[in-house]
DNA sequence: CTCGGCCATGCCGTGAGACTATCGCCGATT
DNA sequence: AATCGGCGATAGTCTCACGGCATGGCCGAG
């Protein structure tokens, strides 16, 4: 059949991000010739050019770019593949939640108090992520469920239950224009300077301005006490609020969910007991 | 890393589904030792024991269990890689859909009729696929887009729009029990003897009997008119209706969905600009 | 007790893929 | 305009990982 080793898929992606032999040979560790023959091996098997060289760039070939994308998807297959079989051995005896810390709309201590009174109770291990990788902590085994939110995390092969819904929030400056109104709308905030959250695609309107990138909350909170931004947040992520920013509710904004997420085809009672008390947990909270 | 190649992860599929080396062995188009060895440096690498070997039989271990599912998803995600990147250099020509055949709610014609009208109009391929492959199909690039039935269809790794909600009809020999009512609940029907869809979780109630295994609606036409079982099936499928069959509409069964699928990372206009023109017809029928 | 089915082991041969050295192209520098 | 240097491709050699063959060991069936 179609057969493409998993090997060649690292090198391509390798070569596909740095869009360099040389560097690409690198980082793989291993020589440049035999990265080139790599390639040109894998553009012969699969009947297409993925890459145009010419002796000074390489750039990605229309069916590189599939490649790319694709290939990343199945390399994350393969090695989460690899680490559920290893963590499958040893039964499990932590469950590992991986959390953006201070995002946990104040749920996590009932969840994990709910959690501690199921029959079947195993510790917790919780882990950090940063802003855009929790859930590939999920995806590729590293973690067994993660707090995300719904629509700003990619759910790509996740399964989740909703633990809460909330409105959003504009945080400004006690100076700013629309500090003293007691709402706003989208459109008041479409001429607005708005931070770009590293790894998250652009969800504000084509027209704003894009400021400062930020990884998480406390760094765009940061950018809008020195004056540079303004954001929108889900109204958990800002209490307490900062003595010297204001929050007034966005209006017309989609909510934001908080999610309990899992990997889709997750069925171990592990999990389904720890889902189990979270969702019953943020009902009665 | 976690390094696992797609030729060993495609060995360890072959042995988990055969449960013996020699057949295994076969299939592969290898020699039985070499597929012992490998195996054995596959559980060595991963540090688990993946079969329980006795001399008369294997069966999975625990993490066999693992690797065997999310091995088989790790090994669909690289062909579909393949697969996509051969497709993605030939700028394609005709649109790829996959129906099964009588399933298509009498849309299909208006659907075609739409998307003729498009401005980027391509030639559209019509592929016949069994009931449980449609989706298979879509993942693995052979076709573009399905049409499929929700909740009936497993969609992971898909995206869809949903063209017609319908309700649900239990089909019945004209003589059976419940032939005389207008219409008919799940509970009536709770002790009928139900066909089991091949390939389709069961989904009637735990305590129903289960009946013949078919594979399709024509089939279980057949064994009604048998009175071997009764079926219930979305409205659509129920038209025309066989002269020796009646159908009574489920008032409590969940509604179902007839939707157009794709492959959630699907960005191409082609396939953009058949959906679109896919729901606006739906929508005007 | 023997036979036969089945998986494991040992040994050997081969070829895919890695390495080193080197070439050829082309943009940049002076 | 000539040179240099960066980068990818090519050539030639080597090696070791993986597959084949022969065989051993285990165990259930008859």
Redesign the pocket.
Known sequence: MAEL?T??LE?FVAVAEE???????ARL?????????????LESRLGVSL?E??????ALAPAGEALLHHGRNALNAVSAAAEKTRRAGDQQTHLRLVIKPGSDANLLSGILAAYARQPDTRQVDILFGGATDRAEHVRDGRADVALLYVPFDDMTGLDHETLTVEGRVAILPPDHRLASRTQVTLADLARETLPRWKGVRWTGAPEARQGPEVTDAAEALHMIRLGRTVAILPRSLAEPMHPDLVYRPVADAPHSELVLAWSQDDRRRLVASFIAAAVDAAGRA
Request: charged fraction near 30%; avoid cysteine; glycine fraction near 4%.
């Open positions: 080793e090997r060649e090198y869009l360099h032999f040389g560097r690409a040979a560790s291993i020589a440049q010739p035999a990265l080139s023959k790599a390639i040109r091996r890459l060289r010419s002796s000074r760039h390489v």
